[in-house]
């Protein structure tokens, strides 16, 4: 199933459900969602459950406010995490808050799924990844779907929980094949450990996890070790156990992002395992990131401009030797 | 209006500006701290609007201590809010800003300035899908008419016929700043009057603020789509308590305290004989006594335990994995 | 229009339409990438506001190819830009959606749906104060139309009467939401005609758009405040080169493409006598020619270096901190 | 001189030095600034150089990107940082990016100051710092004031620089005296070194360096040890150089902020210092920040939800002891 099937088989099942489930966003009806995830819904569901939405963010994350305190569960497309920049101010001052500051009174059980990411030669205003905003406001919960069945399985469970989830997706996977096993009963909070090894531990999320896949095999034939790859799942909450579990095997690890690197969400993985973990280490934390420029157009450069598994593979290797691994 | 509405609005004009009033002293000595907007002039506004629309959702500003009272919210839990304490309609987390109560169909306090319309739209599209036709009620300020937040709002409620009445409190300022300054009109209901329907009203005056609200909400419960009022008021107060008003004329203040919402309505309901003198004098004094109760509550409300810092952030589900 | 008038129009749009085609075969090939918005069917609004608003500047969003050569911008540049060269007019960093030109006072390719516009309000500020009366034309669709960004924008020129023409290319199509899905009317103007001149045009009639815009270019160039065109244009092709646009119907763009720009200023050209047959021979092969040479100067153009990839971020004081 | 007056003055001599400084923002001008920081501007330079603006956030920053364009140097100031997530577009999307998708061909000599943080009481919408999302922006530059004297010359050069800036202003600090050194050549870019020691480094921003500077006493006295404390000042670019000197010495690194820690600007200096500096430390960083909750109303527990210091103190008192220093 690809990825992108799996979102809409989330969604199609929870709508299915439950009938206060809603979905909202620009072009998500009639279009069926410019990464086609909805196609279908409309169909379906009908306009009063699929809304094609204006363009204008701020409304589509506040109107799915309104919509989640009168009942509904709404799940709503932000087309690129982009112009989520323009709905912020919904998602943090009142959507975050709200439960909070009305003293538990409010419930704001809204879904908000986001693509982003680098494609390809989208450039600066359309490439990408704000997963560090998001992972640092108290009262969100933050979703990274790397593979069809965490897509389908955290997304669907992301819907019917209770607070505000930001679902962040990865443009460049949505036409990713990969098994859903539906009688898994995920947890859409814990991370998954997506193969084992003893003498590194590879941290990533979203598409970062193949590329740290392609990486780690090279890696392992070139330095003769094995190397735990660790796919985070939840970016808030983090699940530490998982990685502690891993670094205390390991007693190395690697952070692999797309995001820019500095003030990139790698910093607060980075963080904890260094306040945490200080111990246990061997080595310093690496941290594999996308470069501290905006993503440009012209495509030698956009590859420059984030990690690669071949970037991926020399940097681990160099550090790895360095760090007398 | 009959004896027994006038007596009603009368007696809730009344208990918010003593709740103010009280509200100003009680943040002198310090009992209330942080931002504290009083609707010492809006009485009308708030008692009105809360009066004829009952039923359905309520979305407002920041400035909504007696819209929250007139809604029926008892003065107690809106004091012990201001006062920070747990038995606060927001436990005290919330404060003068944000009083919230579902129960009330009440989502008050929204301190981000337009922040809760696009909310209240949402809410109108799930009230009418769900098939709830008592709709929405949205009130703001003129400051809020000029963003971003509040033209989205229109123009969506307008294009999906949604039930929805939004309510400009046209009282000239956002804090220091003139409405004249940045919008090119001073009388707002034009910037929307091609959307839906739009009417200009006198916001000193409960009973016109009343019937107007009644004419709107019978428009939206019917389907017709959004309605859209302002109401002409002014605040006698400064923007909130860091705010002297400085920045207006004496005239213009005393202009609209002659226009003053409570002592009109007393004047007119005795010269129209509609009710006696004695009521007034009974109404002054029970709305004094129900605030000093709502005073005493609040000081011998209790302070949250620093246990509570965490609670309230997630529901179970989520607060079982997170902490 | 005199003749000269009418070959400077025709060849522009010309241009602008041969080179869009090449660019989507190109794109077909592999030389251009991302996403690639194409102006065809809409190249009258592009030539004819441009060719009246010589002067100011102009802020566009991301389907600017044919605006930015009828702006002056050498189609070559352009070619390289969408082929992402360093030759390019921004070096390859910008591609099909970011095309700027400060020498131009070229500020195009703005890739967030009505982004730019506030930009260029305040853009028409400093003209204003600066004492330049020439102001700014600013393009966005309609789509843009429903943003918070547009109406701020609209208010705010309004009220401070700034110099700016804020023009709508009413294609019924945000992608693939149709207009009257999501807004009260279709007829556009109708959102601010309370807040500035306002007029309705045909946009695929090149002389109508020119006049238009003159008309508008006056009114603003005499400090009268801000001016609103809306044309009813259609582009022939889907939204991107990723949309193949079949939630339109077939009929609906046949009626547009009976209206052709192009093709109709050929044939009123011919019919009124303002022109021969052979000037429209040599053009189309002129055209032609001019964008073949355009496409090989990109080929030949070249990549950008890696080093490139930290230029151009800070400016030289900043820079030698940052690195 | 108050800090508010040493801002007030930086920009009153920009404005006099150049005709195309210009500010702007809500109630800037003829009420003075709602924290009277441009106090005395309006009737000096004028309404067309001193600009009220409506409400709207997107349009302050949009209008003064803009004015930038047309070659003008705008400081536009929004009113309390949490109001800057209606104008992140705007930053983000526009002003950060403009420069370089335009090939360098633009330029936008913008200064965007907020004030922000906790003040006293004013609740989850109006307490915020959000120092993290602007340090991790390519292309801008954030500056962090903690007192008169870096305010007054950071904001001037800042006005100066041909880059967007976001200069960071503390609510509690306005009415803070300090010497302003007006021969001084400051530069924006450093961090200071507000007090040398031995033992311990510890590293802060804004208002929580003098709460540090509080518990700095206490715990020398106490322990018996020096603390050397860094006030960083600019905090993107982070001056590593400064932080790496001091870390050399002491072996130790605490970082103070007053932001939630999790995805806190303190995980890219704790992220930093363990890349950098890892086979320096004797102890893990320790991070003492705000708490993953948003900023409620009662004092109690607003206090309780960041640090003072006395929390200060006895956190690292504690993680001392732990940690054998
Ligand atoms: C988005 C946003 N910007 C700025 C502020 C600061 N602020 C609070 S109230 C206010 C004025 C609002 O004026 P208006 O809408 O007329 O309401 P009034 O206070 O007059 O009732 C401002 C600027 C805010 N809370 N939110
Ligand atoms: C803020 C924002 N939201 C969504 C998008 C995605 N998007 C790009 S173009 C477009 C449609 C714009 O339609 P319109 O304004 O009518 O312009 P047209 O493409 O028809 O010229 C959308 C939704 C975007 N680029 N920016
Ligand atoms: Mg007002
Ligand atoms: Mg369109």
Same mark, same amino acid.
């Given at each position: ?6 979102? =809409? ?16 966003g620009e072009d998500v009806g009639r279009y069926g969602g410019s990464y086609r995830v909805s196609e279908g819904l409309f169909a379906k569901y009908g306009k009063e459950r699929v809304i094609d939405t204006p363009i204008a963010e701020l409304s589509i994350v506040g109107n799915a406010i309104g ?24 998602? $943090?001052?009142? *959507? ?14 809204l879904t908000v799924r986001m693509p982003g990411g680098v494609s390809r030669q989208l450039a600066a205003q359309h490439s990408e990844s704000y997963e560090t905003i998001y992972a640092s406001i108290p009262g969100l919960i933050v979703f990274a779907a790397s593979n069809p069945n965490y897509a389908?399985? *955290?997304?669907?469970? *992301? ?85 502690? =579990?891993? $670094? ?39 941290? $594999? ?30 550090? *790895? ?5 | ?113 337009g922040g809760h319309l696009p909310i209240a739209v949402g809410c109108a599209y799930a009230r009418k899908i769900q098939g709830e036709n008592a709709g929405v009620f949205a009130i703001f300020g003129d400051g809020a008419s000029n963003s971003g937040a509040f033209f989205e709002s229109i123009n ?168």
């Amino acid at each position: 199933m690809l990825y992108r099937e799996a979102l =809409n088989k989330a969604i199609d099942e929870a709508m299915e459900i439950d009938k206060s489930v809603v979905i909202l966003g620009e072009d998500v009806g009639r279009y069926g969602g410019s990464y086609r995830v909805s196609e279908g819904l409309f169909a379906k569901y009908g306009k009063e459950r699929v809304i094609d939405t204006p363009i204008a963010e701020l409304s589509i994350v506040g109107n799915a406010i309104g919509m989640a305190i009168a009942g509904l569960r709404p799940v709503a497309e932000i087309m690129t995490v982009n112009f989520s920049l323009l709905a912020l101010d919904q998602i $943090i001052n009142h *959507a975050s808050k709200f439960r909070y500051m009305s003293g538990g009174k409010l419930a704001i059980p809204l879904t908000v799924r986001m693509p982003g990411g680098v494609s390809r030669q989208l450039a600066a205003q359309h490439s990408e990844s704000y997963e560090t905003i998001y992972a640092s406001i108290p009262g969100l919960i933050v979703f990274a779907a790397s593979n069809p069945n965490y897509a389908y399985h *955290a997304l669907k469970k *992301a819907i019917f929980l209770n607070d505000p989830v930001i679902f962040l997706e990865h443009e460049l996977l949505y036409n990713e094949e990969g098994e859903v096993d539906f009688n898994e009963d995920l947890d859409p909070f814990k991370a998954k450990v997506v193969k084992e090894g003893e003498d590194i531990t590879v941290i990533s999320y979203l598409k970062m996890v193949k590329d740290s896949l392609k990486a780690i095999e090279k890696i392992e034939k070139s330095l003769n070790i094995t190397c735990e790859l660790i796919d985070l799942n939840s970016l808030r909450p983090l699940d530490m156990q998982t990685i502690a =579990n891993s $670094i205390k095997k390991t007693k190395r690890a690697v952070i692999v992002e797309e995001d820019h690197k500095s003030g990139g969400y790698g910093a607060e993985v980075c963080a904890r395992i260094c306040e945490e973990l200080f111990y246990e280490l061997d080595a310093p934390v690496l941290r $594999i990131a996308g470069e501290d420029v905006p993503i440009p157009y012209n495509r030698k450069l956009e590859l420059a401009s984030i990690p690669t598994p071949d970037k991926i593979t020399a940097k681990i290797i160099s550090w *790895a030797k360095e760090n007398g691994v | 209006m009959n004896s027994a509405r006038v007596k009603e609005f009368y007696y809730l004009m009344k208990l918010g500006r003593e709740f103010e009033i009280r509200a100003k002293e009680e943040y002198m000595k310090g009992n209330i701290a942080g931002f504290l907007h009083l609707d010492i002039g809006q009485e009308a506004v708030s008692v009105g609007s809360m009066k004829a629309f009952m039923k359905g959702d309520v979305f407002t500003h920041y400035r909504e201590h007696v819209l929250a009272i007139a809604r029926g919210m008892d003065p107690k839990l809106v004091m012990a809010e201001l006062f920070g304490k747990r038995e606060g309609v927001s436990k005290g987390k919330g404060g003068s800003m944000h009083l919230f109560e579902p129960k009330l169909s009440f989502y008050g306090g929204d301190a981000i300035v337009g922040g809760h319309l696009p909310i209240a739209v949402g809410c109108a599209y799930a009230r009418k899908i769900q098939g709830e036709n008592a709709g929405v009620f949205a009130i703001f300020g003129d400051g809020a008419s000029n963003s971003g937040a509040f033209f989205e709002s229109i123009n969506i409620a307008a294009a999906w016929k949604l039930p929805i009445i939004f309510f400009l409190e046209n009282n000239y300022y956002a804090i220091g700043t003139h409405i004249s300054w940045v919008s090119p009109f001073v009388e707002l209901y034009n910037k929307v009057k091609n959307y839906m329907p739009a009417v200009r009203i006198n916001g000193m005056d409960v009973c016109e603020v009343y019937e107007e609200v009644m004419r709107a909400k019978n428009y939206i419960e019917n389907g017709l789509g959004p309605y859209f009022i302002e109401a002409e008021c002014y605040r006698y107060e400064g923007h909130s308590m860091s705010d002297s008003g400085q920045y207006r004329s004496k005239e213009e203040l005393e202009i609209f305290k002659s226009k003053d919402p409570i002592e009109n309505l007393r004047k007119k309901a005795l010269k129209d004989g509609l009710v006696e003198e004695s009521f007034f004098k009974e109404a002054d004094r029970k709305a004094q006594m129900e605030v000093e109760e709502a005073v005493q509550f609040a000081l011998r409300a209790s302070e949250p335990e620093i246990s509570e810092l965490y609670e309230d952030l997630f529901c179970k589900e989520c607060s079982n994995v997170v902490s």
